[in-house]
């Protein structure tokens, strides 16, 4: 058998063995949950057009417009209004929690209305009251503004309809997915870096010199090992992705930008543990140079993640494309640059 | 313990960390961290948009509506053609006035957007109009009002509001966060993420008064504060990977063992490893705290945070078997700990589960929102505890005959929990001891779980309060059988049980610090640390709860005795005779 491939195997047998893959494993479901946790909550804080229907908030509606206002307010879906003679008694039924918020509308003589509004405070509650409210008074302003377009000099647009898009679509494959495709390739040249300090602390490099591999080849079995991982992890997301109903548009070519840049990943950890054999400094460097290298690349045209998205999502450009080829070029060479590198470190 | 060791031996760390960096090391790391300074002005000046032009629409640019399009972030603009969504060129098709969009999630999501893009372009063009009273003619102030507050007459201070025109309704106490607007008496929400475009140069509905649009309405989401605050964390990442090198390193080669045969004490050792860490975390604490602007109490809840980041990483860097198996640990480190304390943090503004996490000590700092010292406690106390239970457990272990072996992880964690466990009474002091754990464990049940529909999540958190609680409370018996620290005898265990149990149960009472947030107000919160509340009353109920805990720690550690598999089955009894509990207290009773 090719010695490289014993000495991947040989890394795989030893994760495999500390079961670290599998704590590797579990980080990525804790991200994941995490994201998923964070995708509800914050989307039912945010934007509550999820919950919708469940919860009805009752707004008191006084004020000279309140005739104009209180059917606007009725008509959404998730709201109903109450109609009061005059602020007190609004205030009054908000105090009693007959309704849940209370608006007093002035109409003034130019024409404009103003609104002061009143949410409780400090309850899971006000930001659903917040989000309704703000609903039913941009419906009512741009009714209002409709009925006040001879004024206008320019006339807004219609809007486009409303069909109750899933908030949490693009969430899911602008901030998991990247998340998802781009944590193994770090974590597994965090581990290469590892990896190859332990050898050289333990003194057991120098044993597998003597054995008749070459430095190449031991930085070539490594890495074999370090970067066939990645993708095999992101993999597995994504198959459990789409069992959950988030199918990826492009799988293949997101596969191959994890590959790539697990493998410019792996080649700067391999490289940066023969130049700082402590484990210490090789993982500042790698750790300081890894965030270099993504904050750079957010610069490109297309972020690594934005390219991410743009295959997740179906939506790529030529730019998409060119950055992956660009990708896949550059882990070839970054790669080689490493191993070139390692030879000479090495051969020293 | 020595002051003097310790200092020595801190010292010692420093020089020995520093000077045995190269000089090409030291270049290659400097370089490194310029380049990222170098890069941090571009980033926040071009910040990166994963999102950036996912959502294709088909639009002319003769079209109305190419404007709008162009100026939204995620949305792009695709030539039109006939078939542009059929053909799946685009999400969203615009032919005049008509859309046409896929029907598909995609191309629902995309229409939303379009929809949302279209009218913040309506609201930059009405700004540029004439006759701003047509323009926007809705103006609105909101006020939070707390439920319950009785008016206060007009006038008695700067935190009162006055409804305008509305002469009935004077005086509405507005206790709310919003510091930016206090200095216009009125509750103006002036959003930190939304469009400034929407609000209005001037409004001239009032003097002083700046009203804003329904547009620039925002929900009360300190998202501003908690990206301040998420810069607390980072540099914490960095520290422990350095410390966990550190305490590793003293073990691969046997490299610690002179300073373990020197005078120095095991706590000596400790200490004085970690001290230079916790400053250096400490410092930059203060200088992040100085340069957003957050204060003493900001950097006082973050630091035992940092503790308990550098106790779980001691902790881990002691079991780990090589530098591979630290890495993922220190991973799995941060990403924990980040999450407990970034996540409830996110709802500093809107609920009181938030005060369990530190970084809701620094939003509100960030923000000058007054800090409680009820929710300070709570959200610093079971995450400090917690680090010093992980360094008592860790400088328990810290001899030669645990430093040098290896094993697996769970068994070293064993080994752990058994070094302590002299005498069958100290299983009970151990389960106290874990108490924090479970109190963040737990916590942190609560602030996942309370966006769950309560008919779902109290019965989820019942089951989860049931798990952490008898695992902690076995644990350290199961550690004593395994570890041979007790003979395996059915006398023993049930010793070892009711010490355990008492234990544990003159431990929870710490979970009352809850109280002091009103945590239990909540359905689930009340859930899960009800069974502390009880007994204020009765003896019984207040002898019930200990009755729990000390039968169901005998069935597990009557489990422990014999092996693995009776450790588990026996867990799984004390388990279902918690849950039963519960349910019979929480659900039938409360």
């Not at chain 2, 102030?141 to 002469?167: I, K, S």
């Not at chain 2, 700092?365 to 406690?377: K, S």
């Not at chain 2, 466990?421 to 106290?432: D, E, I, Q």
Request: proline share 6%.
């Amino acid at each position: 058998m090719d010695s490289r491939l014993v000495v991947a195997r040989r890394e795989l047998a030893s994760l495999g063995r500390e079961k670290t893959i599998v704590l590797a494993l579990a980080i990525q479901l804790f991200v994941a949950a995490f994201s998923s946790f964070l995708v509800v909550g914050l989307v039912s804080l945010y934007a509550p057009g999820a919950t919708a229907g469940a919860y009805v908030v009752t707004v008191g509606v006084a004020g000279n417009a309140s005739g104009d206002l209180a059917p606007v307010v009725d008509a959404g879906g998730a709201r109903t209004a109450i109609e009061y003679e005059n602020p007190a008694l609004a205030r009054a039924a908000f105090e009693e929690g007959t309704v849940d918020a209370y608006v007093v509308a002035e109409r003034a003589p130019s024409g404009r209305t103003h609104v002061d509004a009143v949410a409780p405070e400090g309850s899971f509650e006000t930001t659903l009251v917040v989000t309704q409210l703000k609903d039913a008074l941009t419906d009512y302003e741009r009714q209002r503004r409709a009925e006040l377009a001879d004024r206008l000099d320019r006339q807004p647009l219609d809007l486009p309809p409303e069909r109750g898009g899933n908030p949490y679509f693009g969430f899911t494959y602008t901030v998991l997915v990247p998340v998802l495709a781009f944590l193994p390739a770090f974590i597994s040249g965090s581990i290469a870096a590892d990896s190859v300090a332990e050898e050289l602390d333990r003194g057991t490099f120098e044993l597998l010199r003597v054995a008749p591999l070459s430095v190449a080849d031991i930085v070539d079995g490594k890495a074999l090992a370090f970067v066939a991982i990645a993708p095999a992890q992101a993999a597995c997301w994504f198959a459990f992705l789409a069992l959950n109903g988030t199918p990826l548009g492009h799988p293949v070519a997101v596969l191959g930008l994890v590959a790539a840049v697990s493998a410019v990943l792996v080649g700067a950890g391999i490289a940066t543990a023969l130049l700082a054999p402590k484990r210490r400094e090789a993982q500042l460097v790698y750790s300081f140079g890894a965030l270099a290298a993504f904050g750079a690349a957010s610069l490109l045209p297309e972020s690594p993640q934005n390219v991410v998205a743009k295959l997740a999502i179906g939506s790529p450009t030529t730019v998409t494309w060119l950055s992956v080829a660009g990708a896949l070029a550059l882990g070839v060479a970054g790669y080689a640059a490493a191993r070139v590198a390692a030879a000479r470190a090495g051969g020293a | 313990m020595s002051p003097r060791r310790t200092l020595r031996i801190a010292r010692w760390e420093v020089t020995r960390g520093a000077g045995a960096l190269d000089r090409r090391t030291a270049a290659v790391l400097a370089v490194v961290i310029l380049s990222c300074a170098a890069l941090a002005p571009a980033l926040v000046a071009s910040p990166p948009a994963p999102g950036e032009g996912v959502y294709r629409v088909s639009v002319a640019e003769s079209s109305p509506y190419y404007a709008p399009v162009a100026a939204d972030d995620q949305l792009r603009a695709v030539p039109p053609g006939s078939e542009a969504v059929a053909g799946g060129r685009a999400e969203v098709a615009v032919a005049g006035s008509a859309f046409r969009v896929a029907d598909t999630e995609k191309g629902r999501a995309a229409l939303a957007d379009f929809r949302s893009a279209v009218a913040a372009y309506n609201d930059r063009r009405m700004a540029l109009d004439d006759d701003p009273a047509a323009a926007f003619p809705v103006t609105v102030d909101l006020a939070y009002v707390e439920r319950g507050t009785t008016p206060v007459a007009d006038g008695t201070g700067g935190d009162t509001t006055t409804v305008a025109d509305g002469g009935a309704t004077t005086g509405m106490d507005t206790t709310s966060a919003d510091a930016t607007t206090s200095d216009t008496g009125r509750e103006t929400t002036t959003d930190t993420a939304g469009a400034p475009a929407t609000t209005l140069p001037d409004a001239g509905s009032g003097a002083g008064v700046r009203p804003t649009t329904p547009g620039g309405l925002s929900p009360p989401f300190p998202l501003e504060s908690l990206v301040l605050a998420f810069a607390f964390l980072l540099p914490l990442n960095v520290v422990i990977q350095s410390y966990g090198s550190s305490v590793i390193d003293e073990r691969i080669g046997r490299r610690g063992e002179p300073l373990l045969v020197s005078p120095a004490s095991r706590g000596d050792i400790v200490a004085g490893k970690t001290l230079p860490y916790l400053c250096g975390a400490a410092a930059i604490t203060a200088v992040i705290a100085l340069g957003v602007g957050a204060g003493l109490s900001a950097v006082l809840a973050v630091l035992p945070l940092a503790g308990l980041f550098l106790g779980v990483t001691f902790l881990g860097a002691l079991f780990a078997r090589s530098y591979k198996e630290l890495t993922f640990v220190t991973v799995a480190v941060s990403v924990g700990l980040t999450a407990y304390a970034f996540v409830p943090a996110v709802f500093t503004e809107v609920h009181p589960i938030a005060a369990i996490s530190p970084l809701s000590v620094v939003v509100r700092d960030v923000r000058g929102d007054p800090v409680a010292l009820g929710g300070f406690l709570l959200s610093t106390v079971p995450v400090g505890t917690a680090a010093a239970v992980c360094y008592a457990l860790g400088t328990g272990v810290y001899r030669e005959e645990d430093l040098f072996t290896q094993k697996r992880l769970p068994a070293k964690a064993l080994d752990a929990l058994a070094a302590p466990l002299s005498s069958v009474w100290r299983v009970g002091l151990w389960s106290a001891l874990l108490i924090p754990f479970v109190l963040v464990a737990e916590l942190f049940s609560v602030a996942v779980l309370f966006v769950v529909p309560g008919a779902l999540a109290v019965p989820a958190l019942l089951a989860l309060v049931a798990v952490i609680e008898e695992g902690a409370k076995s644990l350290p018996a199961y550690a004593g059988f395994a570890g041979g620290r007790f003979e395996r005898r059915d006398r023993i265990a049930v010793a070892v049980g009711v010490a355990s149990g008492v234990g544990f149960f003159l431990g929870e009472k710490l979970l009352l610090l809850t109280r002091l947030v009103g945590l239990p107000d909540l359905t689930v919160g009340r859930a899960a640390f009800g069974s502390a509340e009880l007994g204020v009353g009765s003896p019984a109920l207040f002898l019930a709860p200990l009755a729990l805990h000390v039968a169901a720690a005998v069935v597990a550690a009557l489990g422990a005795r014999r092996s693995w598999g009776w450790y588990a089955a026996g867990l799984s009894g004390a388990i279902l005779l918690h849950v039963a509990y519960d349910y019979a207290v929480v659900v039938l009773l409360g």
